[in-house]
């Protein structure tokens, strides 16, 4: 009997994830999928699509699985690849001010296309930056 109120609490928890808040796997994948669009497509990203490889294909599937548990679901990511090392993996690329801004413009721009909640695109916006500021290796 104990445990039920610790599984009732944790499905509630779990369905106030980022997570499922977006709309579970299908929405983190359109995400993932129109922000890479975005990237493709727009000039005002030309700088950090240079960063990529000309086929997105396992930049989108590497952060469909990393957002997929950051967010709150399960976690792909480090079922298939083991820890993210995300400052360790992005050193190879010259990432600055001007990267991360298009980086996050980009995401902001797929959030508000997918119809993300305002408040919880903010909470995202703020936990993306922190991130994406992080990954800087170079002033400028």
């Given at each position: 009997?104990?445990?039920?109120?610790?599984?009732?609490?944790?499905?509630?928890?779990?369905?106030?994830?980022?997570?499922?808040?977006?709309?579970g796997d299908a929405a983190v994948r359109a995400l993932v999928d129109?922000?890479?669009?975005?990237?493709?497509?727009?000039?005002?990203f030309a700088e950090v699509r240079a960063l990529h490889a000309?086929?997105?294909a396992q930049a989108r599937e590497k952060l469909y699985l990393f957002l997929s548990g950051?967010?709150?679901?399960?976690?792909?990511?480090?079922e298939r690849h083991g820890h993210p090392m995300l400052r360790a993996r992005h050193l190879p690329f010259a990432i600055g001010i001007r990267e991360r801004d298009q980086w996050m413009?980009?995401?902001?721009?797929?959030?508000?296309?997918?119809a993300v909640a305002e408040?919880?695109?903010?909470?995202?916006?703020?936990?993306?930056?922190?991130?994406?500021?992080?990954?800087?290796n170079r002033a400028g």
């Amino acid at each position: 009997m104990s445990n039920i109120p610790n599984a009732i609490e944790g499905a509630e928890s779990a369905a106030r994830t980022p997570y499922a808040l977006l709309g579970g796997d299908a929405a983190v994948r359109a995400l993932v999928d129109r922000f890479y669009d975005l990237m493709d497509l727009e000039p005002q990203f030309a700088e950090v699509r240079a960063l990529h490889a000309p086929d997105l294909a396992q930049a989108r599937e590497k952060l469909y699985l990393f957002l997929s548990g950051r967010l709150g679901g399960p976690s792909l990511y480090i079922e298939r690849h083991g820890h993210p090392m995300l400052r360790a993996r992005h050193l190879p690329f010259a990432i600055g001010i001007r990267e991360r801004d298009q980086w996050m413009a980009c995401i902001e721009q797929a959030m508000v296309e997918q119809a993300v909640a305002e408040d919880l695109r903010e909470r995202l916006l703020l936990a993306f930056f922190q991130t994406a500021d992080w990954m800087r290796n170079r002033a400028g």
